[in-house]
């Protein structure tokens, strides 16, 4: 299994495999570790960067009444 960034690819790169599996949830992480070392290609796509984005994770800061949240 191999992860690339797109970020530090060429502009409008042609990826292919014989899978796309689109988020890597619960069941894109099953699905594309099924398929790895198969004799398919799998390009597993998810959103964000390698480590936390300040602006993604304060989508979560919420006004909560009583017990903080973060």
Known sequence: MRFVDVNGLELNPVISADACIVGAGAAGIT??????????????IENGTFGPDEATQALYDIEV??????
């Open 65 to 70: 009444v009583g017990y903080p949240l973060r």
């Open 31 to 44: 699905v594309a570790t099924e398929l790895d070392g198969s004799s398919q290609t799998a390009c597993l």
